[in-house]
């Protein structure tokens, strides 16, 4: 068939190169190794530690209860899947502008019925004349000789992989945030549990002010200073039981569904201890990132950008071509000899026009955009990792710290508890000591929830894992995309680079 030869030549045409220009990863403004300093442990290899890039989330969240919530997040979590949603979308348009390079090929039927007077016929008389066809045909496909059509796909499989980093870094925030949110309500319910057992405590000491002021051995100002304590507890009571509430609610919204009862933490003691991770001695640990995965092939898509406004410059040609029947009657229409045929290539070439020229400074723009947000993305990074390094080397030393005063505070409320039992001190010397010793375990509650939370965020600023093979995986959500969606689309990845 003569449609081959054209077929072929297009597939030839195809193999060409674009007039993108060739990109080099930018090198990042931050230092290549971590800050050190006082607030900062001793830098030292991580040998015997994971990369937190590598480390799945059920290996660095031990405890069974939390596991379970993230999985029930994994699969309802709307956020989560909105960002696979856009996985699938980009997908679908990357599949749309891959298939401009290929010829579409179009079988048409048609009958036409024409009157001519006779002012157009020979004979003088007019007459009618019936025509039918079937032709299998390409209509006005472009050949991609200066490689417009390969830039634009190229830019389309950036954005499929940006869109892809991007759904995986919603998944890291998404465990991270509900690691934090639980660790959160086992925070509350602790000061919920001191609270309740603070007022208790106070209630007995107002019992006590309460009988020695009927003998009249304490003045009013006594009863009132330790009933003023005993409402002060009680509206911590109700503090704490209404922010435990609302901290269940914000998980329900992060699990997609109600969080059971039974899979909620007592307290911080309960939760067992996260796994240790260290970033190691290379800031190079940070282009792991999805986010900053997500920029850089955003700052791709603008190099492929750059070379689809290149090639608007030179000449645009289409090819049109068509091998079919034709007869006047149906019944001849596959007979020997019907055979038609049409060969119509064309050539555009751009004398003037302005929007060109435009077009191709908004794509160098672009780029510098996108260059300028890549950095700074990097940037952010390194301030992130920085500030969990920071909180990392000081927070045992504060938690050290909140307790030796928990510990000098108690004994301080014990011995004045005991002067003002014998009637040798004032009530006023017993409400300090118990007010700085409440205080003091609210902050070592409050330490000890920094240092769990700070673990979580290391493992997220690190860029965390993300899940286990999906075959493994228990999951109800058919909107997740598979995770094999980037290995299929990997060889067109490497075809790509220049």
Request: aromatic fraction near 8%; glycine fraction near 6%; charged fraction near 25%.
């Amino acid at each position: 068939m003569r449609l081959i030869p054209f077929l072929l030549s297009g597939i030839i045409c195809f193999s060409g190169c674009t007039l993108a220009p060739k990109y080099d990863r930018p090198k990042a403004s931050i230092p290549g190794t971590w800050p050190g300093g006082e607030a900062y442990l001793p830098a030292q290899p991580a040998q015997s530690v994971p990369d937190a890039a590598q480390l799945k989330w059920r290996e660095f969240f031990t405890d069974p209860k939390l596991q379970r919530i993230i999985e029930t997040a994994l699969e309802n979590n709307r956020d989560l899947r909105l960002a696979a949603l856009n996985v699938e979308r980009a997908r679908g348009l990357y599949g749309v502008q891959r298939a401009e390079l290929f010829p579409a090929l179009d079988a048409q039927g048609g009958f036409s019925k024409e009157r001519y007077s006779s002012d157009y016929v020979s004979s003088g008389a007019s007459r009618n004349t019936e025509k039918y066809s079937v032709n299998l045909g390409i209509t006005a496909w472009e050949v991609d000789f200066f490689g417009r059509i390969r830039s634009l796909k190229q830019k389309a499989l950036e954005e499929y992989l940006s869109t892809e980093e991007a759904r995986r870094g919603a998944q890291i925030a998404l465990i991270s945030e509900v690691a934090l949110t639980y660790l959160t309500i086992a925070s509350d319910r602790q000061n919920l549990n001191l609270a309740r057992s603070t007022l208790e405590t106070q209630q007995g000491v107002y019992n006590l002010v309460l009988r020695k002021y009927n003998v009249q051995l304490v003045n009013e100002i006594d009863l009132s200073r330790a009933q003023t304590q005993v409402d002060a507890a009680y509206g911590d009571v109700v503090r704490y039981t209404q922010q435990v509430a609302k901290d269940q609610n914000a998980l329900n919204l992060l699990a997609g569904a109600p969080v059971p009862d039974e899979l909620l933490p007592f307290d911080l003691e309960s939760v067992r201890p996260l796994r240790d991770i260290f970033p190691g001695l290379s800031s190079e640990v940070l282009f792991k990132r999805p986010d900053i995965m997500e920029a850089e092939h955003q700052l791709k898509g603008t190099y492929a950008d750059i070379g689809a406004a290149r090639a608007a410059f030179f000449p645009s040609i289409s090819l049109t071509t068509t091998l079919g029947s034709a007869s006047k009657d149906f019944s001849d229409l596959f007979k020997t000899g019907k055979e038609t045929w049409t060969y119509a290539p064309k050539a555009v070439m751009p004398i003037f026009d302005a929007r060109t020229w435009s077009a191709y400074r908004i794509s160098e723009a672009n780029r510098k955009i996108a260059l300028a947000q890549y950095e700074k993305t990097i940037q952010t990074a390194f301030r992130e990792v920085a500030d969990v390094l920071a909180v990392q080397g000081t927070v045992d030393k504060q938690i050290m710290g909140e307790q030796s005063i928990v510990d000098s505070a108690r004994k301080i409320y014990d011995l004045s508890s005991k002067r003002y039992a014998g009637g040798i001190d004032s009530y006023l010397s017993v409400l300090d000591a118990q007010r700085s010793l409440y205080s003091a375990q609210q902050g070592l509650i409050f330490a000890k929830l920094a240092k769990l939370a700070n673990e979580v965020r290391a493992y997220a600023v690190l860029g965390g894992g993300g899940l286990e093979d999906k075959r493994s995986e228990k999951r109800g959500s058919r909107d997740l995309v598979q995770e094999n969606v980037l290995s299929s689309l990997g060889s067109e990845a490497g075809k790509l680079k220049h």
